[in-house]
């Protein structure tokens, strides 16, 4: 019987064991890797097949994000309603994205449906048509969705910041206009879709309750596909030589939308983990210095974040927030005190201990599920790290010190180092 007049002791998070549950990896027969995690309490599955097949790949704008997002709209043998009424017949979700480097196919399932479900997947990677007809709806609901996004200060703010920081023409940087729809053509899309899907390189990521004969499934479907390397031409980044910017989206607009940005080393840099604490305590969580200082101190916004971007090539460090178009210039200088705060005086233990639990408690909320820990694999392989960097980041928050974070903070908490927008 449990003592219920003594109160459990209380444990600090950062006392945790946290342990990634390891992930197993085999090879199908024609040399794709498959990374799994089989866990979870209920009889559900996520399969998601990742392709390199980003904008980073891409010659013309838009052209990786259009064909991914037309891959469940037709084949040969199937309409795009007869696609989706498949999945929603078993009760499947199926998702497609596209990011800097990588294109993404994700299945949700239960797992006694996935053999009647992967077949339908092949057929979208291997005899997709990109209908023209789709193709015009695509570029008609875009064209509308981008002339609202462009009345919308943060929207506006985040294409803006990344161009300075990288180049409009990087990868990272560019951002769409209404003529890049406009000039999209099927026969681009097919060519682009033949290389980098019918002909390119995809990683297999698979969790949940998986069946017995996951891997002879995964062969006869996928096993004989193309699996040819992709090579990763390197782009360099064109930042802007000045740093400041003032833009006037809507003159009727009562909020603006404040960006903050320098250039940070990527997660290979001794720098980076710890660079995370210092982060959460700069901006990184509600009980951050910048939210007591500039949302609860002064009100001049809801919310302000910091953050480091989860780019592979390049990254960068970022703060982030919208506040009355009068008192953005104000929040500017909020922010550069808080950095100056963090140059001079070390931080409290008590500050620090608050800061080392809330971080833990976020990589062990960050575990429940095997969902999750896939995503944590998924980040470490693709980033072509290694197991050890969740432990090195665990005895990052745990062992930083008051004095490692000042240093810190005097070699990249330099106002003259970030980028200044505000979007009004």
């Not at 993404?104 to 399932?109: A, D, E, M, N, R």
């Not at 969740?390 to 062992?399: A, E, L, P, Q, V």
Request: glycine share 6%; aromatic share 12%.
């Amino acid at each position: 019987m449990p003592d219920r007049i003594q109160p459990p002791p209380i444990v600090d998070a950062i006392a945790f064991d946290l342990k990634l549950k390891p992930c197993q990896h085999f090879l199908l027969k024609n040399g794709v890797d498959v990374y799994t995690v089989d866990a979870g309490a209920e009889e559900v599955m996520m399969v998601e097949w990742v392709f390199f097949a980003g904008n980073w790949f891409e010659e013309q704008n838009l052209v990786a994000a259009t064909t991914n997002f037309l891959l469940k709209n037709g084949t040969n043998q199937k309409n795009a309603f007869q696609i989706n009424e498949h999945f929603e017949y078993f009760g499947a979700f199926l998702n497609r994205s596209c990011y800097n480097e990588t294109a993404t196919i994700t299945l949700h399932c239960l797992s006694k449906h996935i053999r009647e479900l992967l077949p339908v997947v092949r057929e979208l990677i291997t005899d997709s048509v990109l209908p023209e007809e789709e193709l015009r709806i695509y570029q008609q609901n875009m064209k509308q969705r981008l002339k609202v996004n462009l009345r919308k200060s943060d929207f506006v703010a985040g294409r803006l910041i990344d161009s300075y920081l990288y180049g409009k023409d990087h990868p990272y940087g560019k951002y769409t206009s209404i003529e890049d729809f406009d000039a999209l053509q099927n026969e681009t899309l097919i060519n682009f879709y033949k290389k980098y899907y019918r002909q390119g390189k995809f990683i297999l990521f698979v969790a949940g309750k998986l069946p017995n004969d996951l891997e002879e499934m995964l062969n006869d479907q996928f096993g004989d596909l193309s699996n040819n390397p992709v090579s990763v031409q390197s782009i360099p980044v064109t930042p802007s030589t000045e740093k400041k910017f003032r833009i006037n989206n809507d003159p009727n607009g009562a909020q603006g939308s404040v960006r903050l940005a320098r250039h940070f080393p990527n997660r290979h840099h001794p720098d980076f983990l710890k660079t995370l604490v210092l982060n959460a305590l700069f901006g990184g969580f509600f009980g951050s210095r910048l939210m007591k200082n500039i949302r609860e101190d002064k009100g001049y916004t809801y919310g302000i974040y910091s953050y480091l971007q989860n780019h592979i090539h390049h990254s960068a460090w970022l703060v982030s927030t919208e506040a009355g178009r009068e008192v953005c210039n104000a929040s500017i200088e909020e922010v550069y005190k808080e950095m100056k705060l963090l140059r001079e005086i070390p931080v409290s233990d008590d500050e620090l201990k608050l800061v080392q639990n809330y971080m833990m408690g976020s990589i062990l909320g960050d575990l429940d599920g095997p969902f999750q820990i896939m995503a944590r694999w998924k980040n470490i392989i693709l980033n072509q790290l290694d197991e050890s960097y969740f432990y090195n980041s665990i005895n990052s928050i745990r062992n930083v010190t008051a004095h490692e974070l000042q240093l810190l903070a005097n070699k990249y908490l330099q106002p003259e180092e970030f980028y200044e927008l505000i979007v009004v």
